[in-house]
């Protein structure tokens, strides 16, 4: 089972169990994380799950998709080469991940 470390911008951290397919972002939202919104509801056209990952997970994922590349460019939080939006970032069996929610969502 793939576990999520959702840190906040205050450095706490909360570890959810996730389900291998589903996205970072419902994950965050069926368990209540604070920051992410996922206004879209996963549909890559609002930028409200941004979040960044951690450079050691980076590897588990390729590059942001050309829209969801354009979607950065819309965050409330500065986009940074961590940036990505956690709708996009799907679970696997066995990889547990990193990431930091910013400051400002929507």
Partial sequence: MPKVFYV????????????AGDSVMSTAVRNGVAGIVGQCGGSLSCATCH??????????????????????????SDREDSSRLSCQLILSEGVDLHVTIPDEQA
């Fill in 51 to 76: 979040v960044y990952l951690a450079a050691e997970d980076q590897q588990h994922f390729d590059a942001p998709s050309e829209d969801e590349d354009d979607m950065l460019d819309c965050t409330a």
């Fill in 8 to 19: 906040q911008p205050d450095g706490t951290e909360r570890v959810i169990d996730g389900v």
